[in-house]
């Protein structure tokens, strides 16, 4: 039996949703072992002069407790 651990990140790009996921997924993996999956819980975005000026995810991402 695995024991599963979550933790919640925010994370941002001036690219996509998907650039901003793959930020987090990341970050976390420098002091994370064993990520096994991402999970986008919300996306928003900040608009500046009428255009998208930044992609922002909340994402839950699940490892594995050795």
Known sequence: MAV??????MSNSNK???????KAV???SKSVKEIKSVFVQ???A????GE???F???VKITFEVK
């Open 56 to 58: 922002r995810v909340n």
């Open 46 to 49: 900040v608009v500046k002069d």
């Open 4 to 9: 599963m651990k979550v933790i919640e990140v």
């Open 16 to 22: 996509s949703w998907e650039d901003a996921t793959k």
């Open 42 to 44: 919300s996306q928003s």
């Open 52 to 54: 998208v000026a930044e």
């Open 26 to 28: 990341a970050h976390a």
